[in-house]
């Protein structure tokens, strides 16, 4: 028998009689992260990585009933031995491990790694976990999809900076704003300039600084922030804030976006903003090639994503590879959302 099915109300362990990243709300849940497409509300009990809490406390409320695990700690639930591992991807990302009569299932959730041996500042490091079957997400599982490093990457990001500071112009860089925001905070150079983040930042920034997370100071863009000081400043958003009534607080500034998506000139020149840098939290092609290889599992399954040259490769690795379509590939594979990084 399977370990995971897929049932109208999510990814489902029929053994464990438990589920992941349910998308209806259900009686027990094994969430790997906090995104919106994989944290839903409503559930009568929560299980997932302990480094995680503040984050869904944030975004699911204060009275989420949660249980947190360590990462790698194991607990049994109706014969299944059910255990975390981190994912790379956000604060809290994990890939659940199962275990029963004998077999070991691995569901990645989303997951970073890349290939230049680097990690996301902001979370632990992708850990490979040995298994039969492997569930992992597709989301740039296209050959195009190829990350630069990110030390690159951010320099380019602060060289735009100050740029427009020394021209007097407030740099908004569009960024989802949990995860993405945060490693960009991490990651530029607070010696440029002022940082200043829209309120829905803030309030992550927060929940990653309760759990020991080193960000430097940022404060909330309104309408009380001095004009002088947002002409030099970095101001960190959500793409979808800056055609809303905020947006008139940002006085002469110039906008770029950091996502993954970047990496595709159309998607550049649909968002209509003045740069764009390829920045993502999720693996890329040769990642997502050494996350299955390092897996060991002779069976793949794939649940979201770009996934038919993924499976091309694999079948000719000699894996048994398949799809399981859930509600996450559309949501994931389209631009729709946060301008095209709902899960980005």
């Known amino acids: 028998m399977d370990l995971v099915t897929l049932r109208p109300e999510g990814l489902y362990c029929p053994a464990g009689d438990f589920y992941i990243d349910p998308w209806r709300a259900v009686d027990r849940a094994v969430i790997t992260h906090a995104h919106a497409d994989h944290a ?20 699911l409320g204060a009275k989420l009933p949660f249980q947190g695990l360590a990462a790698g700690e194991c607990i049994e639930h109706h014969g299944v031995r059910v255990s975390l591992h981190p994912a790379g991807h956000v604060l809290g990302s994990a890939q659940v491990r199962l275990e029963h009569g004998g077999q070991v299932w691995v569901v990645s959730g989303d997951y970073y790694l890349s290939d230049h041996d680097e990690s996301n500042p902001t979370c632990p490091p992708f850990e490979p976990v040995r298994c039969d079957c492997f569930i ?21 990001i602060n060289q735009w900076w100050a740029e427009n500071a020394a021209d007097g112009h407030a740099s908004v860089l569009a960024a989802y704003s949990f995860g993405k925001a945060q490693r960009l905070l991490a990651g530029v150079d607070a010696g440029i300039g002022p940082i200043l983040v829209h309120g829905s930042v803030a309030a992550i920034n927060a929940a990653y600084r309760a ?21 030099r400043a970095l101001v960190v958003a959500p793409p979808n ?39 993502s939290d999720h693996a890329d092609w040769p990642g997502l ?20 040259a ?7 690795q000699g894996l048994r590879a398949e799809t399981l379509r859930t509600p996450l590939a559309a949501a994931e594979s389209s631009e729709a959302g946060e301008a095209g990084v709902v899960a980005d």
């Open 40 to 59: 839903r509300s409503g559930h009568r009990h929560v299980l997932a990585m302990s480094d995680s809490e503040a984050v869904l406390r944030v975004r």
């Open 136 to 156: 992992t997400e597709s989301t740039f599982g296209l050959p195009l999809y190829r990350w630069a490093p990110q030390a690159l990457v951010l320099a380019d």
């Open 211 to 231: 759990t020991g997370v080193h960000l430097p100071a940022a404060a909330v863009l309104d309408e009380h922030t001095d004009a002088a000081l947002l002409r």
């Open 241 to 279: 804030t800056l055609s809303s009534a905020w947006a008139r607080h940002l006085g002469p500034h110039r906008t770029a976006f950091a996502s993954g998506w970047m990496q595709l000139r159309k998607a550049r020149q649909r968002q209509r903003m003045d740069r764009g840098f390829a920045l």
């Open 289 to 308: 090639q050494r996350a299955i290889a390092a897996s060991g599992a002779e069976r793949i399954i794939v649940t979201h994503g770009d996934e038919a």
């Open 310 to 316: 993924l499976l091309h490769w694999m079948q000719s």
